[in-house]
């Protein structure tokens, strides 16, 4: 009897270990996801961002590590990333730190509507100063980058083009590069809302953020600053965005911007994005400052 209960011990400590460690291991893959509640005092709202950690981030407290900002389409929100693709499983093969801000409808853009619509100042200002005081990041531009969907693609591209300090990486997929020459018959029912985030037709803030003028008007020197460019776009997705998209990429040409744009099957969709963000991530890879390997 005593040599029965004897021989099964090991069995029951093996299934208590194999307990503990699934545990510890779902512990540790919950903990690569977290939510931030941060408080704008810019917009004067909690935007709240989700940030995809890489692995093994909690078990060495020296390691600093890029940043990848993610940002949304038009509609969407914070959450869409993590909700509507694998974003977190494709991140776990990179040692970059993902941050997923909520942009609402903003464009990303200082809008006409004054202190409450100030989105860019908001990410220049308030979010990238809180992801580095909260994360260990690597506080250049050359561990920083960012990259979008859509309206978040346009965000992202126009980030690259008006600031040459912050980041070392832009990236757009299926990017609205057209937004800022919109009209009422674009709009269509979004057209008041739109207004109220560019102004009318020919407004000061539509032309300071429309790509293609701040594309021409970049400087030699300019261009040697920015950061290294990728967009792409469905050869399915809406001939305005497709047009804007090539457009674009005949003006970096131009200019001798250094990027790469890729026409892909495939329409604006969440496929298309889930497909291509794995693209992003491995580009982003290559191009970020990466902590050293251990």
């Known amino acids: 009897m005593l040599q029965r209960k004897l021989l099964k011990l090991p069995a029951c400590l093996a299934l208590l270990l ?3 460690f699934a545990t510890q291991a779902q512990t540790r893959s919950t903990q690569r996801v977290e939510t931030v509640k941060f408080e704008s005092k810019l917009i004067g709202k909690t935007l709240p961002y989700i940030v995809v950690l890489p692995v093994g981030y909690h078990s060495n407290a020296t390691t600093r590590y890029p940043v990848l900002y993610l940002l949304h389409g038009l509609t969407g929100h914070y959450t869409d990333w993590t909700t509507r693709t694998n974003i977190a499983d494709y991140a776990a093969a990179y040692r970059i730190i993902i941050v997923m801000p909520e942009g609402n409808n903003s464009w990303y853009i200082d809008g006409v509507m004054g202190a409450s619509d100030k989105y860019e100042s908001y990410i220049l200002n308030e979010l990238i100063p ?3 005081g909260r994360y260990r990041t690597i506080q250049s531009k050359y561990g920083r980058g960012v990259a979008g969907l859509s309206m978040g693609g346009y965000g992202s591209i126009k980030f690259g083009l008006k600031t040459t300090n912050q980041f070392v990486f832009a990236a757009s997929m299926s990017g609205a590069f057209a937004a800022t020459r919109a009209t009422q018959q674009d709009r269509g029912d979004g057209w008041d809302e739109f207004v109220k985030t560019f102004g009318p037709v020919d407004s000061p803030t539509r032309k300071a953020n429309d790509l293609f003028e701040l594309t021409k008007a970049l400087t030699p020197a300019r261009v040697a600053a920015l950061p290294y460019f990728y967009f792409d776009c469905g050869t399915e997705d809406s001939a305005m965005n497709l047009n804007a998209n090539r457009e674009l990429a005949d003006l970096f040409i131009q200019k001798k911007i ?10 604006h969709s969440w496929g298309y994005w889930d497909l291509q963000i794995q693209e992003v991530l491995k580009i982003a890879a290559q191009k970020l400052r990466m902590p050293p390997e251990f």
């Open 258 to 267: 250094p990027h790469e744009f890729r026409e892909l099957p495939g329409n």
């Open 18 to 20: 194999f307990v503990v």
């Open 130 to 132: 809180d992801v580095d």
